[in-house]
T-cell receptor, first 111, second 113 residues
Framework: GDSVTQMEGPVTLSEEAFLTINCTYTATGYPSLFWYVQYPGEGLQLLLKATKADDKGSNKGFEATYRKETTSFHLEKGSVQVSDSAVYFC??????????FGAGTTVTVRA | NAGVTQTPKFQVLKTGQSMTLQCAQDMNHNSMYWYRQDPGMGLRLIYYSASEGTTDKGEVPNGYNVSRLNKREFSLRLESAAPSQTSVYFCASDDRVFSDGYTFGSGTRLTVV
């Protein structure tokens, strides 16, 4: 079945550092790929998405490119802020439209 | 504000008690979902409803039942709570046609003692 594997955390960074969170997937067909963010005490919010190969999703300075050849959708941000501290989830939606999530990566940014 | 509303936000149950988690969305979405979130395991699908009048099991349905009351509301019931059901529960909805991803509620933190 469909599955998502994302890098384990926790990740601790200093402000203005570069952030990468790796995500790879296994799926049949052509899934849509998503990154969700969960701030402390809140539900998940959609951060960005990509629906086909080579698409780049972007939002709030974060980017991820749908790489079908490497089955990856890595999340990047060039200069993180304290307000980016959160849990980040990679997810995919296959032919059945259900979302499958990775385990989540906790990111802490220190001033 | 449009979105997904879950009640209650917090709940403590004793083993064997029952309760229903409520979820309502006002975005006219066809599909609704119940997930549980446990440390290190991401979110796992309990049950979902692809459209009004239908429900299906997800990855971890044992110990739960659901009701799609109407297009807006999708409830999750624990008939006899167990400590293993201590978790944070999230309801979500989406419009499959536009593939914009899910909209999540703010969650219910359930502790079973």
């Amino acid at each position: 079945g469909d599955s998502v594997t994302q890098m384990e955390g926790p990740v601790t960074l200093s402000e203005e550092a570069f952030l990468t969170i790796n995500c790879t997937y296994t799926a049949t067909g052509y899934p849509s790929l998503f990154w969700y963010v969960q701030y402390p005490g809140e539900g998940l919010q959609l951060l960005l998405k990509a629906t086909k190969a080579d698409d780049k999703g972007s939002n709030k300075g974060f980017e991820a490119t749908y790489r079908k050849e490497t089955t990856s959708f890595h999340l990047e941000k060039g200069s993180v802020q304290v307000s980016d501290s959160a849990v980040y989830f990679c997810a995919l939606s296959g032919n059945d439209y259900k979302l499958s999530f990775g385990a989540g990566t906790t990111v802490t940014v220190r001033a | 504000n449009a979105g997904v509303t879950q009640t209650p936000k917090f709940q403590v149950l004793k083993t064997g008690q029952s309760m229903t988690l409520q979820c309502a969305q006002d975005m006219n979405h066809n599909s609704m979902y119940w997930y549980r979130q446990d440390p290190g395991m991401g979110l796992r699908l309990i049950y979902y409803s692809a459209s009004e009048g239908t429900t299906d099991k997800g990855e971890v349905p044992n110990g739960y039942n659901v009701s799609r009351l109407n297009k807006r509301e999708f409830s999750l019931r624990l008939e006899s709570a167990a400590p293993s059901q201590t978790s944070v529960y999230f309801c979500a909805s989406d419009d499959r046609v536009f593939s914009d991803g899910y909209t999540f509620g703010s969650g219910t933190r359930l502790t079973v003692v």
